[in-house]
Each structure stands twice: as C-alpha cells, then as structure tokens.
T-cell receptor, first 114, second 115 residues
C-alpha cells in the first residue's frame, strides 16, 4: 500500500542554518505530494505541494522537489528562523481501492535555537 | 473568517464513558475527516464523510462513531470500546469535487485524556 517515511526527529539547528528533512514514499500510480506544518497547540497547515514528477513546491522559503526516480520529496530551507520551530509532516495523496486517500508520515519535530 | 472550529481544546473523561468531540466548519466544504495523532505515529484516519448523511470508515475506526446530519458539522464519538482513547484528535475538511490536489484544512485539535 501507499506509505510515507520521514527522517526521525527531533532535529535541532541554530538560526540561519540550512535545513533538510528527508521524505521518501511508496505508492502505485502517480501520487501528489505535500508538506504540512504543525505549530505548537495547533492543527496542520499546508506548507507546499507538488503534483507531478520534477515539480518544485515552494512557500515561505521552503522548497521540495518531486523526484520520481528516487521516490523522494525532501524539504529544504536555506536559512531557518526560530519561528520555523514546528512539526513537519510529509504526505501523499493517491488512489487506494478507488478512493483518494491522504497518507501522512510520522512527522519530524524541528527546533531552531537563537 | 472561514475555518474549522473544534471544541473543546482539552477534554478529560473517566474510563468507560462515551465522549463526543465537536467539529464545525463554515468553509462550505463537502468532505470532512477525523484523524488521530499520537507521538511518533503521524496522523491516522478514523472516519471521513464526502457528503451529508454518508460516511466511511478510515484505517482505525474501531471504537469510534460519527454522524453527518449537516454539511457544517461532523461530530466524533469516542466510545468506551476504544481501548486507548487518550490522544490528540484533528478534524479536517476539503472541497470535494474540486481538483484532486486541493489541500485539507485542519482545525486546532482537541486533546482528549481518559483516566
């Protein structure tokens, strides 16, 4: 079945450091890929998405490229800020038994220190 | 402002009691979802509803029930049959019938503690 695997957290970085959170997936067909972010005490918000191979999603300085050959959708940011501290979820939407279903990774907690 | 409201934010219950979590949306979305979030396990789908008066089981529906009598509302009941009910519960909605890739909109969650 469809599944998403993210790098284990927690991840702790200093402000202005480069960020990579790895995400790989297993899916049949051509899924769409998403990154969601969850700030403390809140629900999830869509951060970015990509709908086909080689698409790059970007938002708020974050980027992720849909790599079909490596089945990956790694999240990157060139210079993180304290306000980026949150839990990040990689997700895919694909066909499962005739229905569209969203499958989430386990989440990666990111802490940015000033 | 349009959005999804979950209430209450924190809920405490004794073991053996049923409890109902509220989810209301004013986004005019057709589809609504309930997820459970546990540390280190991501989100798991409990139930979802594509239209009023219809709903389907997700991956972990045992011990839960839902209703969808109104488009705006999708309450979740955690029954005494749920063996491990303490968790963070998230409600979400989506504009069904739109593109395949339209995102989910989430509420801020309800943290349920059963002792």
């Amino acid at each position: 079945g469809n599944s998403v695997t993210q790098m284990e957290g927690p991840v702790t970085l200093s402000e202005e450091a480069f960020l990579t959170i790895n995400c790989t997936y297993t899916a049949t067909g051509y899924p769409s890929l998403f990154w969601y972010v969850q700030y403390p005490g809140e629900g999830l918000q869509l951060l970015l998405k990509a709908t086909k191979a080689d698409d790059k999603g970007s938002n708020k300085g974050f980027e992720a490229t849909y790599r079909k050959e490596t089945t990956s959708f790694h999240l990157e940011k060139g210079s993180v800020q304290v306000s980026d501290s949150a839990v990040y979820f990689c997700a895919l939407r694909g066909q499962v038994q005739g229905a569209q279903k969203l499958v989430f990774g386990q989440g990666t907690r990111l802490t940015i220190n000033p | 402002d349009g959005g999804i409201t979950q209430s209450p934010k924190y809920l405490f219950r004794k073991e053996g009691q049923n409890v109902t979590l509220s989810c209301e949306q004013n986004l005019n979305h057709d589809a609504m979802y309930w997820y459970r979030q546990d540390p280190g396990q991501g989100l798991r789908l409990i139930y979802y509803s594509q239209i009023v008066n219809d709903f389907q089981k997700g991956d972990i529906a045992e011990g839960y029930s839902v209703s969808r009598e109104k488009k705006e509302s999708f309450p979740l009941t955690v029954t005494s049959a749920q063996k491990n009910p303490t968790a963070f519960y998230l409600c979400a909605s989506k504009a069904a019938g739109r593109t395949f890739n339209s995102p989910l909109h989430f509420g801020n969650g309800t943290r349920l503690t059963v002792t």
